[in-house]
């Protein structure tokens, strides 16, 4: 039984291996989420506040870890540009388009007052 699950762990963490080096977008979220707990520290934001941006760094992460998982199956499939495929393949970044949007709100909201406040 343990045996199962640690190559599950170990097929996961190829999968987040193969996530970071094949996609720029995944470095960059990380990049920025480093940035936002950096900024956290120096802003000294709340710890609910710390939280709320653990969670959108992780969901976002997951999410773009989905559309990847999306759009390899996909090509997998096919190569050809297929309507049902670009359907897929553009509703999967959608969703990342539409959390990163909410995620720079939210961000926005926790960073930009102190911001202002800093350089005011």
């Not at 900024?39 to 609910?48: A, E, K, Q, R, V």
């Not at 999306?70 to 359907?87: G, L, M, S, W, Y």
Request: proline share 2%.
């Amino acid at each position: 039984m343990i045996r199962k699950h640690t190559i599950s762990f170990k097929h996961a963490f190829d999968g987040l291996v193969a996530a970071l080096s094949t996609q720029p977008n995944y470095r960059i979220h990380l990049l920025l989420s480093a940035l936002s707990l950096i900024g956290g520290l120096y802003f000294h934001i709340t710890s609910i506040e710390f939280l709320i941006i653990g969670l959108l760094i992780t969901m976002g992460l997951v999410i773009e870890t989905v559309n990847t998982a999306v759009e390899e199956t996909c090509d997998a499939i096919d190569v050809a540009i297929r309507p049902d495929i670009k359907v897929a393949k553009d509703t999967a970044a959608a969703a990342m388009l539409i959390f990163a949007i909410g995620s720079a709100i939210l961000a926005g909201c926790i960073f930009i007052p102190r911001i202002i406040h800093a350089f005011l």
